[in-house]
């Protein structure tokens, strides 16, 4: 089955405290993408990667990093998280040649 | 840069009415207009979308329309059935860009009351 995974699906941490969301997609696609959601702002990209070993910056990356070493996974790492970046997560992927995104199901992250 | 804006932010409708949700962008150059469904617990999924050279398309109940002279576009379901019940958010890209960004609106949360 085609589908992007997640890793964990729910996390509580305490400030400062690194952490990794992993992410994983089994369709081969080149284009993959963190987007944070909250309350009254819909979807907000963090970082996204357009192949291998090439990311870059979206709209809200302070406090993010992320790594594409290979194809399949784009795991999200918060160094020093704060409780500003308590949110919903999703991962995405798709085609380079094609617009639809497919998500996967959301890591709820709260920072206390 | 790029925004989108999306209304109502909540829509109660009763089964069986019909439910529209508008979305207006900023950037004449978004060329590619998708609408995604989000159920509880679960990703964001395509149900819909519609390019910038067509003015409506439609898909059983749900059907978009375009208008590229006034920058927006909306999402339109007949007959609401209670499964239509979620949070739907519109997005824009210009899709011959290989960043492919989607810039989505803010979302409506959709509630069909049996």
């Known amino acids: 089955e085609a589908q992007v995974t997640q890793n964990p699906r729910y996390l509580i941490t305490v400030t400062g405290k690194k952490l990794t969301v992993t992410c994983s997609q089994n369709?081969?696609?080149?284009?993959m993408s963190w987007y944070r959601q909250d309350p009254g702002l819909g979807l907000r990209q963090i970082y996204y990667?357009?192949?291998?070993?090439?990311?870059d910056k979206g709209d809200v990356p302070e406090g993010y990093k992320v790594s594409r070493k290979e194809k399949r996974n784009f795991p999200l790492i918060l160094e020093s998280p704060s409780p500003n970046q308590t949110s919903l997560y999703f991962c995405?992927?798709?085609?380079?040649?094609?617009?639809?995104?497919?998500f996967g199901a959301g890591t709820r992250l709260s920072v206390l | 840069g790029e925004n989108v804006e999306q209304h109502p932010s909540t829509l109660s409708v009763q089964e069986g009415d019909s439910a529209v949700i508008k979305c207006t962008y900023s950037?004449?150059?978004?060329?590619?207009f998708p609408w995604y469904k989000q159920e509880l617990g679960k990703g964001p999924q395509l149900i819909i979308d519609?390019?910038?050279?067509?003015g409506e398309k439609k898909d059983q109940r749900i059907a978009v329309t375009l208008n590229k002279t006034a920058k927006h576009f909306s999402l339109h379901i007949t007959e609401t059935q209670p499964e239509d019940s979620a949070v739907y958010f519109c997005?824009?890209?210009?899709?011959?860009?290989?960043?492919?960004?989607?810039?989505f609106g803010q979302g409506t949360t959709l509630q069909v009351k049996p």
């Open positions: 950037d004449s150059a978004s060329n590619y």
């Open positions: 369709m081969n696609h080149e284009y």
């Open positions: 519609i390019r910038s050279n067509v």
């Open positions: 990667s357009m192949n291998v070993e090439v990311t």
């Open positions: 995405a992927s798709r085609r380079l040649s094609k617009n639809i995104q497919y």
């Open positions: 997005a824009a890209s210009i899709r011959s860009s290989n960043t492919g960004k989607l810039i």
